[in-house]
């Protein structure tokens, strides 16, 4: 299938965003995934076109990712930026080299991190045997590399705008090691948290292997139930934390959708904000949209079962649906068993169908627990389409 991707757009040369004495503020961004260079999940597109759309506001918007196996051969070929540095974390000295791409691309500006012990792998996060063990290492490498890369690519006022646990100890250094230096005492930092169901926990001993301090293993800082939370401490040192939604703000307030955290978000206060998630309506259109086989829209719908007809794995999808559908949309695990429970207890008692989109396995339980009601009995007429969105497949039950 093809990819959707909104257009290139050229960097600005000034920036809408101004400091309080009028210098033009550079949004640096620091993710472990970043569209197309390296994906696992929703990360890489909402980091990429933040900042593609940052930059066609007029902001000065520029990236870091990891250089990966996959980023190395997606990115094409890449040229230094100045001489490669040693980055310590703790007692190993990592030796980085900070790289772009040599062919000028529409669009913010991506620097990668090469370090070829932490990023030259198989897969981003772990293999068949489980998350890499020195996950730690790797990222912490990331943030301080990123963090020593600062000064050499931006002048000015930065906004450092970290995504996730990988990019969490940004912050953190940027507040204790780097405290006392000219160079970053203006820099402010976002944390953005896009899933806070990964948080990297790790044992009390990686204090000294990151090189932090003792006397922040505390409940106040990155303890958590007796282990380091590399998440937290992005929380607790970042100057705003924002989330997707300003419902899940709401969310992760709360003991059931906090996952362990919920204190911490309830002691950042108004630092802490959602932002809704948008689209590019100019790529998710359905009227324009190459991807599917004919286009419709909210006034002409007839192009609609040529998708369904067309789709390659359809299976023969049922076109005598009934009037009403209820869509049951499992994006996230935070609310996606309880939002499609919500949604059937809602629904009425005939001529509904049921969509579910299984995205994670949070949507699936979703299904078992709230359609499991559904159908023993109250909807024996009814039709159930899953959409798996791994495989972009289509199937009847």
């Known amino acids: 299938m093809a990819e959707r991707r909104a257009t290139g757009r050229s960097s600005p040369q000034h920036s809408a965003l101004m400091s309080a004495d009028g210098?033009?503020?550079t949004i640096v961004h620091l993710a472990a995934e970043y569209y197309p260079y390296a994906r696992s999940g929703g990360l890489a597109e909402a980091v990429a076109n933040l900042a593609r759309f940052q930059s066609a506001a007029g902001m000065r918007s520029i990236a870091f990712l990891p250089l990966y196996r996959s980023a190395r051969a997606a990115a094409g070929p890449?040229?230094?930026v100045g001489e490669p540095f040693p980055v310590r974390i703790g007692a190993t000295e990592a030796e980085v080299r900070i790289l772009r791409q040599s062919e000028h691309r529409n669009g913010s500006q991506l620097y990668f991190v090469e370090q070829d012990h932490f990023f030259d792998r198989?897969?981003?996060?772990?293999?068949?045997?489980g998350d890499y063990p020195d996950n730690h290492l790797r990222y912490a490498c990331f943030a301080l590399a990123a963090l020593e890369a600062l000064p050499r690519v931006v002048k000015g006022p930065v906004l450092l705008h970290a995504h996730d646990w990988h990019a969490a100890l940004a912050p953190v250094?940027?507040?204790t090691r780097y405290a006392g230096d000219p160079k970053y005492r203006a820099i402010r930092s976002v944390l953005s948290v896009h899933n806070a169901g990964y948080q990297g926990h790790y044992p009390p001993s990686v204090m000294e292997e990151l090189g932090l301090p003792w006397d922040l293993f505390t409940w106040r800082h990155l303890e958590w139930y007796g282990k380091v939370n590399m998440l937290k401490g992005g929380l607790v040192f970042a100057d705003q934390v924002v989330t997707v939604s300003p419902n899940h703000v709401r969310e992760l307030r709360t003991a059931a959708g906090g996952f362990g955290l919920q204190e911490v978000f309830e002691w950042l206060g108004p630092r802490f904000s959602g932002i809704l998630n948008g689209i590019d309506q100019g790529v998710w259109d359905p009227a324009t949209d190459t991807v599917?086989?004919?286009g419709f829209t909210?006034?002409?719908a007839s192009g609609t079962p040529a998708?369904?007809?067309?789709?390659p794995e359809s299976g023969g999808v049922q076109r005598d649906l009934p009037e009403q559908v209820a869509i049951g949309a499992g994006r996230r695990v935070v609310g996606a068993e309880r939002g499609a429970a919500i949604g059937v207890e809602r629904a009425p008692r005939e001529g509904v169908a049921a969509i579910v989109h299984r995205r994670h396995a949070g949507a699936a339980a979703a299904r078992r627990a709230g359609l499991a009601r559904w159908e023993r009995g109250r909807q024996r007429d009814r039709v159930d389409v899953e959409i798996d969105a791994r495989r972009a497949a289509v199937r009847t039950r």
């Open 23 to 25: 210098q033009p503020v």
């Open 78 to 80: 890449l040229e230094p």
């Open 292 to 294: 599917i086989p004919r």
């Open 298 to 300: 909210i006034d002409d």
């Open 307 to 311: 998708i369904a007809s067309d789709h």
């Open 122 to 129: 198989e897969r981003l996060y772990g293999d068949a045997r």
């Open 173 to 175: 250094y940027l507040r």
